[in-house]
């Protein structure tokens, strides 16, 4: 194999190390350039057309590039549908029928653009208003428009979105032909040996090429003078003795390279014995210092030499190797002398034509086997088999190594290996449970600006009303310190404060109530209508008046409390001034317990009282960012766990199955870890579990289902879960996005990690030859990788763009960015890749159609 012989011995004292390490390093970093030269060799840029990338880096990199713009393009239009949306449900009042002409009366549920209000949050849903509230106004370009039916709405706005799917599913449908007539024209531009060959499996042990030929010929020749059997290869156990011959060449390699070095130091040596017997005097001193320069080669200027000393380390590994070249030696031998049984053969044809008769005759893969026809049943030692053949692939595509492996054998493994990722899957799920329901713990916690509620009741304090109502005992005039709660507490809890807030607001805003409809409290939540109503029929009517005149009312009582001169803000002969009502009745609510509290009280508190409270809280808003960013760092894990079960682990035949196989796990794991879990922990409909949890919580007892608690709040897409769950998945949506940089930045992260290992991590020995290579060659190309991304993010956003149309475009922004930055990786960059089939890209292509 290239190297010295077994019974060789290696004086490895004579190895400089130091100086060992620097050419191996030189020597990568050469083969690098060397590879990277090669690639610029093609002319190929930017902007070169795919046409082109197919032609000299396989029509797998050419059909991507192809089908990129194409996505682009349909999450464009998919947006660009939804504007009308868009601009519709954010700019809308939601009335009844009474008030469908006057925009004042009824809900907006945002009045400022946030993310939420660009979902289906911001339309009012039937389960809030009963479904009384029919009708919508729309502000456009400062002007109402309307009144429009909810109903006429929603039903534009599905018929839009059913027309833009509808197209959309039509250009996938051209896209598909299209493309399918493109690798038409490619495949008949080229012909290879894989055209006229199949794979053949479930063969006997002990089978011959001769009775496979003589199968083949005498089942599938219809013209014997023409359609014959060209050739039969046996398919032999051989991985055993295929990874032991690369271990062995890995050892031989460095051993080969410490030998190299020796066999030159003895050379130079010997040169410099050899002019010292010519030389006397200055001239031998010159001379041997010129051949010590020579021999320390490699050390800098200013460096003493290391000196021709191995180290223990090194030593020990050379030791080791030799030992392990020779346990891999004796395992080749004893394989061999055992025996290779047939795994499966590759037959090849003369023709094409009887190489796709074979491949319509014959069942595909072992599971379609056990329906193959009677009259196609091998026959071998007075018994029929039952075998399969599919096309075989490009002989630089399979991995010899795992063609011993039978594929019933290989599915076994993959098992595990979905077993596997489940438990992981499982393990991290529960972190991401408990990270939501200390999300949603912390999102009860209102964090309360004391001084912005203090600021207007310190003018409150000092006004006409307040002057002549309170009683003896309290201060009157002068600037009064606020911050003591009894202080503030006792002027906010005067009844006549409310009744009189109370008042106003039914006579100078709700002009069609009675002055009993509007009612304010101290600690707790304000009521419209009847507040002791028991019927459902005066429940609903409570349910409506609210809906229809909380907008105007918070409206009027927080401009009073901002400007407490507006004329419209005093009542009666005494002036009562109102401007403290707001700030009082939220000081209130800032005192009750909201951990509790329901989720309609929340938005309550939260929309009412949005100025004394911060609406930015690092700890609540980061658990709910945190979601977003600990499912992405799991995705990661979770695909770099993948990425080694799948390459190392499984046994799969070709590369090109194996990547498929590895982008289609891929997608799967990051939709149940992205998906399926946060629906499953936001999801309420687990009643009994949740109950059980929640009293555990609540009680302390039973601390593991605590830990574990399910307390999803919605048991559909409502309002509020497009405000909480939809606010996740597009902050994860957006991180996405920065994938295709972050992808570039691990890998050569990586690379450069594996260099100082080899440079500054050794211990004092040398790694094998190819190590270097590896560490010093510029990072894979890897499109099945950025298969499975792609896969992920547009299911995302066809998934819930309905709801969320801000999905469509972050994934056209994603994709863009993909598109240009995955040019420039493979073009720019010079990342090498392999000659990429077609299957990778058409996974896109079908999983959209």
């Known amino acids: 194999m290239g190297a010295p012989d077994r019974n060789d011995t290696l004086n490895v004292d004579t190895l400089d190390t130091k100086n060992a390490r620097k050419r191996l390093v030189s020597t990568a970093k050469e083969n690098a350039r060397h590879e990277d030269e090669k690639l610029l060799s093609d002319g190929l840029d930017v902007g070169t057309s795919y046409n082109k990338v197919a032609a000299y880096r396989g029509v797998g990199l050419g059909l991507y590039y192809k089908l990129l713009p194409w996505l682009i393009w349909m999450m464009l239009w998919m947006f660009l549908c939804s504007i009308p949306y868009l601009i519709v449900i954010n700019t809308s009042v939601?009335?009844?029928?009474?008030?469908?002409?006057?925009?004042?009366?009824?809900?907006?549920?945002?009045?400022?653009?946030?993310?939420?209000?660009?979902?289906?949050?911001?339309?009012?849903?039937?389960d809030t208003d009963g479904g009384l509230l029919k009708y919508m106004n729309t502000n456009i370009a400062d002007t109402w428009k309307g009144p429009m039916s909810k109903g006429a709405f929603l039903t534009w706005i599905s018929?839009?979105?059913?027309?833009?799917?509808?197209?959309?599913?039509?250009?996938?449908v051209f896209l598909f032909f299209k493309v399918d007539r493109w690798l038409a024209r490619v495949d008949d531009r080229t012909r290879e040996v894989a055209d006229y060959s199949v794979i053949v499996g479930g063969l006997p042990p002990d089978v011959t090429a001769t009775e496979i030929g003589d199968y083949f010929q005498q089942h599938f020749s219809e013209d014997p003078t023409r359609d014959k059997v060209m050739d039969v290869v046996l398919v032999k156990n051989l991985g055993v003795i295929l990874r032991a011959c690369k271990k062995v060449h890995k050892y031989e390699e460095l051993k080969e390279f410490v030998d190299n070095i020796k066999v030159a130091a003895q050379e130079k040596a010997a040169y410099a014995a050899n002019s010292a017997k010519n030389l006397t005097g200055k001239a031998a001193q010159a001379a041997a210092a010129a051949v010590a320069a020579t021999t320390a080669e490699?050390?800098?200027?200013?460096?003493?030499?290391?000196?021709?000393?191995l180290s223990r380390k090194m030593s020990k590994k050379m030791s080791q190797a030799e030992s392990k070249i020779a346990n891999q030696r004796s395992l080749i031998d004893s394989r061999i002398e055992a025996g290779m049984s047939t795994k499966a053969a590759f037959v090849t044809f003369n023709t094409e034509k009887m190489r796709i008769n074979v491949c319509k005759a014959l069942p595909s893969g072992w599971w379609s086997s056990w329906f193959i026809r009677k009259q196609y049943r091998f026959p071998h030692a007075g018994r029929t088999l039952r075998i399969w053949a599919e096309h075989a692939a490009s002989p630089d595509d399979y991995r010899f190594e795992n063609l011993s492996v039978r594929p019933r054998i290989n599915m076994l493994i993959q098992l595990l290996t979905a077993f596997f990722m489940f438990v992981f899957?499982?393990?991290c799920a529960a972190f991401i449970t408990w990270l939501t329901d200390k999300s949603n713990t912390e999102s009860r916690n209102?964090?309360?600006?004391?001084?912005?509620?203090?600021?207007?009741?310190?003018?409150?304090?000092?006004?006409?009303y307040v002057r002549k109502v309170v009683s003896a005992g309290r201060r009157m005039l002068g600037i009064v310190d606020l911050a003591p709660y009894q202080n503030l507490e006792s002027m906010c809890r005067d009844a006549s404060l409310y009744s009189n807030c109370s008042a106003l607001v039914n006579s100078n805003v709700n002009r069609e109530l009675t002055g009993a409809q509007f009612n304010m409290y101290f600690e707790k939540e304000w009521t419209f209508g009847n507040p002791n109503a028991t019927t459902k029929a005066d429940i609903a009517n409570s349910k409506i008046t609210r809906l229809l005149f909380e907008r105007p009312v918070r409206k009027y009582l927080s401009e009073c409390s901002q400007t407490p001169n507006a004329t419209t803000c005093y009542i009666g002969a005494n002036?009562?001034?109102?401007?403290?009502?707001?700030?009082?009745?939220?000081?209130?609510?800032?005192?009750?317990?909201?951990?509790?509290?329901?989720?309609?009280f929340i938005n309550h508190v939260s929309d009412t009282c949005k100025q004394y409270w911060q609406p930015f809280d690092l700890q609540r808003d980061g658990l709910k960012v945190a979601?977003?960013?600990?499912?992405?760092?799991?995705?990661?894990?979770?695909?770099?766990t993948l990425r080694m079960c799948k390459f190392y682990v499984e046994r799969h035949w070709t590369t090109t199955r194996t990547e498929l196989s590895f982008a289609v796990w891929t997608y799967i794991v990051k939709m149940v870890n992205s998906v399926a879990v946060l629906l499953i922990v936001n999801c309420s409909t687990l009643s009994k579990l949740q109950s059980q949890a929640v009293s555990s919580k609540a009680t302390g007892s039973n601390k593991w289902l605590s830990n574990l608690i399910l307390n999803g709040s919605y048991s559909d897409f409502t309002p509020e879960w497009y405000e909480t769950v939809g606010f996740s998945i597009l902050i994860l949506m957006m991180i996405n996005v920065t994938s295709p940089f972050v992808?570039?930045?691990?890998?050569?992260?990586?690379?450069?990690?594996?260099?100082i290992r080899l440079l500054f991590c050794h211990c004092g020995g040398l790694a094998a030859p190819e190590a270097y290579n590896i560490a010093w060659r510029t990072p894979q190309f890897t499109l099945e990788q950025r298969t499975a991304d792609i896969l992920f993010n547009l299911t995302l956003a066809l998934m819930f763009g309905s709801g969320m149309p801000l999905c469509y475009l972050i994934c056209a922004v994603y994709l863009f960015t993909t598109f240009w930055w995955d040019r420039v990786s493979l073009l720019s960059l010079d990342q090498p890749s392999q000659r990429y089939s077609r299957v990778l890209p058409y996974v896109i292509l079908s999983a959209e159609h």
Request: net charge negative.
């Open 298 to 309: 490699g050390v800098e200027d200013g460096e003493r030499p290391t000196g021709n000393v």
């Open 446 to 464: 209102l964090l309360w600006d004391s001084d912005k509620i203090a600021a207007p009741l310190n003018t409150y304090y000092n006004s006409t």
């Open 627 to 640: 979601i977003s960013f600990v499912i992405a760092i799991i995705n990661a894990i979770l695909v770099t």
């Open 425 to 427: 899957i499982v393990i």
């Open 159 to 172: 018929l839009v979105d059913a027309g833009a799917t509808v197209v959309l599913t039509g250009v996938v």
């Open 94 to 126: 939601f009335t009844d029928e009474a008030h469908k002409d006057d925009n004042n009366f009824g809900v907006k549920m945002y009045d400022s653009f946030e993310l939420a209000s660009f979902t289906f949050a911001a339309i009012v849903d039937d």
């Open 743 to 755: 992808r570039t930045i691990v890998e050569y992260s990586v690379k450069f990690a594996m260099r």
């Open 575 to 600: 002036l009562v001034d109102v401007s403290g009502c707001l700030p009082c009745y939220c000081y209130g609510l800032s005192l009750i317990n909201t951990q509790a509290a329901s989720t309609d």
